[in-house]
């Protein structure tokens, strides 16, 4: 129970520590409230996280711990994405259906661009997923994707996945760090 109790306390520590944060060190609150209303700086400080451990691996198919997660999450994009309800919302995918039991349809946004400006297309998650399940990529959560038997291109923004069995969660598995 003591180390629940401290992994609470060090992330309550650190989501206090982060708020906290100012770009502007000698700001004190009657700077601030003074300031409120008038025009912002488009000029940001450092915010820093401290965290309990180091990344292990960036790769999105190359860990399963929590630090690599926290900056992948960060780095990555996804299909899907969870609200603040939880509730399963379009990202990559503007919109994804069950059309058998077996199979998922997701149409993507047009016109996304990666940090080197090729397009994003189905092509990427066709490629993005059998990598999640390769054998040689050794991914530690492909439990998650291992019932994909089959990721089928259908056009540019079109994506087919199809499972050996009926699995409704799967577009909530989507948004795991691990796809990327």
Not at 38 to 54: I, P, Q, R, T
Not at 122 to 132: G, H, I, M
Request: charged residues 25%.
């Amino acid at each position: 129970m003591k180390k629940t109790y401290k992994t609470i306390a060090g992330g309550f520590l650190a989501v206090t520590m982060l708020a906290a944060c100012s770009s502007d060190p000698e700001e004190t609150s009657s700077d601030a409230s003074e300031s409120e209303g008038s025009e912002s700086s488009s000029e940001g400080g450092d915010a820093v996280l401290a965290m309990g451990s180091d990344a292990v691996d960036l790769d999105p198919h190359g860990s399963n711990d929590t630090s690599s997660s926290h900056i992948r999450t960060n780095i990555y994009e996804r299909l899907v994405m969870h609200d603040e309800n939880t509730e399963l919302q379009p990202h990559l995918a503007e919109e994804f259906e069950q059309i058998d039991d077996h199979t998922w349809e997701f149409k993507l946004v047009e016109g996304v661009t990666f940090h080197n400006g090729e397009e994003f297309t189905a092509d990427d998650v066709k490629a993005t997923l059998e990598r999640a399940v390769a054998p040689e990529t050794a991914n530690p959560r492909v439990f998650l994707y291992e019932m994909i038997e089959d990721v089928e291109v259908v056009d540019d923004y079109t994506v087919h996945i199809t499972t050996e069995y009926p699995f409704a969660p799967l577009p909530a598995t989507l948004p795991m760090t691990v796809v990327g």
